[in-house]
């Protein structure tokens, strides 16, 4: 019984702490665990990332079927190349719905349907720790249509023969 009530406690301090954080902090939190350095930071899928650059943009494309090829964005405060320009709303509907300001939808890897479950204080987080970012000047080339060559390496899905994604 006594370590059922000591678990029980360190559980509710844990999450004090967790609820305790400040915004910016949190936000760093999320978006350490949520990945979001391996498709938006140069070098990563070379073994070095460059944390100079830290979520200023990819330097490596996915080829997502039939789609085409996208390259993880800038994700830093630039207002040339970043995020920048964008509302807090617009950081968070493209984080939630997949939907950019300009209508477009984000390409299928990224998992905007599981941040979609954010709950609001940690999607607000995340905002905050993006806009808390030293603004990188770097325009990632793209999207890219199936047929189009892009200037970057591409990382790319082959299913097997006669097997459909579904």
């Known amino acids: 019984m006594r370590l059922i009530v000591v678990t029980v406690l360190a559980a509710v301090l844990l999450l004090g702490v967790a609820q305790a954080q400040e915004p910016v902090e949190r936000g760093k939190y999320i978006a350490t665990i949520g990945g979001c350095l391996d498709c938006h930071t140069p070098g990563y ?7 100079t650059r830290y979520l200023g943009g990819s330097d490596v494309g996915f080829k997502v079927g039939e789609l085409g090829i996208f390259v993880g964005p800038n994700l830093t405060p630039d207002k040339e190349t970043g995020l920048g320009n964008w509302s807090d709303a617009q950081i968070e509907k493209a984080l939630t719905t997949g939907e950019r300001p300009d209508g477009r939808i ?46 970057v390496f591409v990382m790319q899905l082959t299913a097997p023969e006669g097997v459909a994604p579904k």
């Open 106 to 151: 984000l390409a299928p890897i990224m998992p905007w349907r599981a941040l979609a479950h954010l709950t609001k204080p940690d999607l607000a987080a995340l905002v905050a720790y993006l806009r808390s970012l030293p603004p990188i000047s770097h325009k990632v080339p793209g999207p890219f249509g199936p047929n189009e060559k892009p200037p």
């Open 45 to 51: 899928f070379f073994g070095n990332p460059d944390m």
